[in-house]
């Protein structure tokens, strides 16, 4: 696939234009389905997540990406369904190779290479311009991945759909997957005083069954911490995930009231290693 200032084309023929906010659209022929997250939710994401509340997770993701693609020349790094950008950016910041001259430059060797994709356009306006390094494509996970076979070091994935076969295809053998999953404890009080939904009880042992072929466990990073939170930004982690969509803000507003008060943050970041065999 070639690249202009405008656009993509293919070895088909096919062009497509890049979008004024920056982004690609790259969905396949059965178009979109479902609009992913809306302007609202990704504004209550973003005031979350700049309020530090899950920067352990974001910790966590940089410690496996250093550990996995370190040593790789121009590492490319796959965030699906990767929302603002908040994570992608943290894990291609901290694979860049320091600059001599203290300088800021954007390609030059060992630059490590990120691309975002997601199914919400709103959320590709942001993920374009969250880094330079970073491209955002408006793709819908479970049709497929637009990019060739065994092309990425590393494919993160943080409370985002998950598509195996197609991860295990596009990461080189011996590449990494890291999957975020909420832990049973997560967002608790919150979760239950709010009716958000409940993250699946054995979500973890399912992850590992599902990606049974093609992938080899590897280490579990937990991030387990309680912090006190205003009441502002208890109403935006109600609202800026699934449960946005059939919870409404004034009455998460009445549950949340106007004290500071804390929240559990237990997440579960899973590794695994995409096997050397077919
Ligand atoms: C809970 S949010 C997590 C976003 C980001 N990973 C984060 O943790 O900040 C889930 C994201 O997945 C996107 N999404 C939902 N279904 C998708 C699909 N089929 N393909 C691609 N993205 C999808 C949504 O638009 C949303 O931004």
New binding site residues.
Partial sequence: MGSTDTGVECGGGHSFDRARGGHLTLLGSRGRR?P??SAEQLAA?ERV?SHGLFDGVADALVGVATDAVGVAERPVVL??????G??LDRVIGALRPPSPAGGDATDGPGEPLGIG????VA?ARRLARVNPLVTALV????DGLPLVDECVDLVQV????RNPSEFARVLRKGGTLVVAVPGPGHLEPLRTQAGMLAPAADKAERLDTHLAAGFEPGPVRVVDVTATVPAAIAADLALM??SGVHLDRAGVEQVVGTVDSPVRVHVEVRSFRRSLQE
Avoid: I, M, N
């Fill in positions: 479902f992913g997250d994401r997540l965030d699906a369904g990767a929302g603002t908040f994570y994709t997601e199914l919400s959320a793709v819908d996970t479970w943080v409370f985002a759909p995930g699934p």
